[in-house]
């Protein structure tokens, strides 16, 4: 049957690449249709219960700026909060938080459910309707039939997934839900080029076996950080301890000598797994010299007793997999509630796709999330969320929108993937990113709310408190740079305490923050006075004393825009440019690129690769 009502979006698939997408069009005034297996695993967490890390919490700061649901829940549902790399510069601070994963699940139901302009459907999606080469609706397992003017597919692991547990495999999306085949059979026949990749997963355990008092405790800051910038602490949960043990050379040779039982080792897998998250027996493989791995022991939530081994991945069967478990100090007498697994999948090139996550092929068909090829809930959350602003783009007959790499992680992850493909799963890391000093997580609402706005994701409330927050910054920097110490003034010898040697000058409040041994704190105790808001003055320090930095970015940033249009000679010797890798330079080579920005899009070809192409212009100038 035709379904009465026409969508202006259809969403496939509620994880959290289908969960942000269908939210964002709906927040855009689309009439829009989340449709999934089971509503029970909206915002599922398929593996860890935890929100954010190092590149991850940039994302989701990123998908909160624009409106997103991810912070929001993850301040609801979070049971323990760290601040990593809180000793390092900001560009790499990141946010992490274990969250229950029954209450995460709940709080992104709750904002789906009360969100206008959206309708859940419980039901597998078997089919596309196109016609040409335009999408225009889905069709149901049983055969019902949506129309819309845009979809998103966003169907994580659940494409063609075989579940894998040592020599034993079944098909399955993830444990305990069916796999996706009529449709990844349909996208097979489209001219996608697809391809395999795997995860894994640890088994669980029963904390009521385990024995904590020989781990190391691990608890979470205090006060604990916020994810959301529109959260607060009082959302919090109560906070629980993670734990710390370690493998032993008894889990090794438990683990060596189940190898021959290893899907992965007997060959039964084909598709690549991800690189920084390998099992346990990948590890105990490839680092032959190291004795020990360390486990977080982390909780799945405040009502449940189950344990999360991070760490411990792991395909093996189940035998191998329970003695490896008991070899562990802590855990000799742990009792598995679920074995570990790995998941093969089908995805889907993302070169295939155009920036806006839009398929070259398929018009009005938008894909995004783990069938692109990344791995982690933070990754498809914001793939998720572009795609439904672009649908609903698309839907409002409005042009595409996406971020540059230079405005956000978005637009580093998006850009790689287009740009790249993956071979393997794609995971950010800020290392990915060239202008991490200004992509950081504590300025992401500065970078984004106001595009939100604009793009008509962000509400009168946060957008009123944004404001407050940009004026705040905006006045006690001026506080800051008018407020002048005289050497032989009480406030300087406020400052003498902490300055290495004693001032002889007149210096603003300013001046004092841009030195090392001189924070926020002292220049409130120095001034007498300071920000009313706490986040106002973790901002003003970051600027203030990374300036220089941040302001040499802003100016390479500048030149790179402005050069794009500058030709470049066809008889420019690529081998002459300095610092290319051999890969660049033969890109460069075979394709001869007539202008810069036509070389910055070629597959590969990196803004540091353009950055030295442009010094070299100008030396042969
Ligand atoms: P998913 O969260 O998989 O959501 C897909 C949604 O689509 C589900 O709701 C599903 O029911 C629905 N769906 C699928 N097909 C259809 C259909 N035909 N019709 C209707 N609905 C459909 N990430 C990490 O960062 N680290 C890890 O170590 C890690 N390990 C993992 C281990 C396992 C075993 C699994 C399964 C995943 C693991 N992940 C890991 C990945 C993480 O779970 C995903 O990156 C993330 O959930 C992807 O989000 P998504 O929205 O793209 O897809």
Request: with cysteine.
């Amino acid at each position: 049957m035709d379904y009465p009502n026409r969508f202006d979006v259809i969403v496939i698939g509620g994880g959290h690449a289908g969960t942000e997408a269908a939210l964002s069009a709906a927040r855009m005034g689309c009439q829009t249709l989340l449709l999934t297996h089971n509503i029970e695993t909206l915002g599922q967490m398929s593996c860890n219960p935890a929100i954010g890390g190092i590149g991850k919490s940039h994302l989701v700061k990123e998908i909160d700026a624009l409106g997103g649901a991810m912070g929001e829940a993850t301040d609801r549902a979070g049971i323990q909060f760290r601040t990593l790399n809180a000793r390092k510069g900001p560009a790499v601070r990141a946010t992490r938080a274990q969250a229950d994963r029954v209450l995460y699940k709940a709080a992104i139901r709750e904002m789906l459910e009360n969100q206008p302009n959206l309708t859940l459907f419980q039901q597998a999606a078997d089919d596309l309707i196109v016609d040409g080469d335009e999408a225009k609706g889905v069709v149901t397992q049983t055969g019902i039939r949506f129309h819309a003017s845009s979809v998103v597919l966003t169907t994580g692991t659940f494409l063609g997934g075989v579940i894998h547990l040592g020599m034993q495999n079944h098909s399955g999306g993830r444990a305990g839900d069916p796999s996706t085949i009529g449709l990844a059979e349909r996208l097979r026949e489209l001219p996608f080029n697809v391809g395999r990749l795997k995860t894994g997963t640890p088994p669980r355990i029963d904390g009521k076996t385990v024995d904590f008092s020989v781990m190391e405790e691990q608890w979470g800051d205090d006060p604990t950080p916020i994810m959301s910038f529109m959260g607060d602490r009082s959302q919090h949960p109560e906070q629980m301890c993670c734990f710390i043990t370690r493998t032993t050379e008894r889990t090794h040779d438990i683990i060596r000598g189940g190898l021959d039982r290893s899907p992965m080792f007997a060959g039964d897998i084909e598709g690549i797994g991800p690189r920084y998250c390998p099992s346990i027996e990948d590890k105990v493989h490839r680092f032959a010299d190291k004795n020990s791995h360390q486990i977080f022991v982390e909780p799945e939530g405040l009502n449940t007793h189950e344990l999360y081994p991070n760490g411990i991945s792991t395909s093996l069967p189940f035998d191998v997999q329970l003695e490896a478990v008991r070899s562990i100090p802590g855990f000799e007498n742990a009792h598995v509630t679920r074995p570990g697994y790995a998941i093969e999948y089908d995805f889907l090139n993302p070169q295939d796709l155009r920036h806006t996550l839009e398929t070259k092929f398929i018009h009005n068909l938008w894909f995004a999330g783990q069938i692109n090829g990344t791995t982690g809930y933070e990754e498809a959350g914001a793939q998720g969320l572009l795609a439904g602003i672009n649908a609903a783009r698309r839907a409002q007959g409005q042009d595409g929108w996406y971020p540059r790499r230079d405005e956000a992680y978005l637009g580093v992850l998006v850009d790689d993937l287009i740009t790249m493909g993956t071979k393997e799963p794609y995971r950010m890391f800020t290392s990915r990113a060239e202008y991490r000093l200004i992509l950081r997580e504590d300025n992401a609402d500065l970078r984004l709310t106001e595009t939100g706005r604009k793009l008509g994701l962000v509400d009168d409330r946060r957008w009123q408190r944004f404001n407050e927050k940009r004026e705040g910054i905006a006045t006690e920097r001026q506080r800051l740079d008018t407020t002048k110490v005289r050497p032989a003034s009480e406030q300087a010898q406020v400052a003498n305490r902490y300055l290495k040697s004693p001032m002889k000058d007149a210096l603003s409040l300013s001046d004092l923050l841009r030195r090392p041994e001189i924070g926020y704190d002292q220049v409130a105790e120095i001034g007498g006075e300071r920000a009313g808001d706490d986040t106002v003055a973790g901002q003003v320090e970051i600027q203030i004393k990374y300036e220089g930095y941040i302001s040499r970015q802003e100016a390479e940033i500048d030149r790179l825009r402005r050069n794009e249009d500058l030709p470049l000679p066809v008889d420019l010797d690529y081998d002459a440019v300095g610092g290319l890798s051999n890969e660049i330079t033969q890109k460069l080579k075979e394709v001869r690129p007539e202008t810069v920005a036509q070389a910055s899009r070629i597959q590969g070809v990196t803004p540091a690769a353009i950055s030295q192409l442009l010094i070299h212009l100008k030396k042969r100038d």
